[in-house]
């Protein structure tokens, strides 16, 4: 009988301590559409174009400071830091997209060119 009430009492103690744990940690916010975003920038190519290649940068740098901020307890600039760096990141999607159809249109014109020249 002694040994539940021990049981008890420690299992109470030790919930007590992880409730006090979660009190004294930062706050979170959710990144996930942030990276995913980021991700997606850097598989479609953002990085090889000038203009998407510099909002690519600023949604990395946005992520790193929202995460400093979430650290310091920030967490509404936080959100809005993450909110910002998803905007830049698919502006970078928009951006690198964007030159590789005017690639592809200037190919384009470039073989229409070709075999006007071609059937003078």
Known sequence: MKNIHISILAGLILIAFGFAGCGSSPEVVNKEASTSAIRAAQEVGATDVPDASLYLQLAQEGLVKAEALAKEGEKEQAESMLLRAQA?????????????????????????????????
């Open 88 to 120: 830049d990141a698919e502006l970078a999607i928009v951006l690198s997209h964007g030159d590789e159809n005017k690639t592809e249109a200037t190919a384009a014109l470039a073989r229409v060119k070709k075999l006007r020249q071609n059937n003078k």
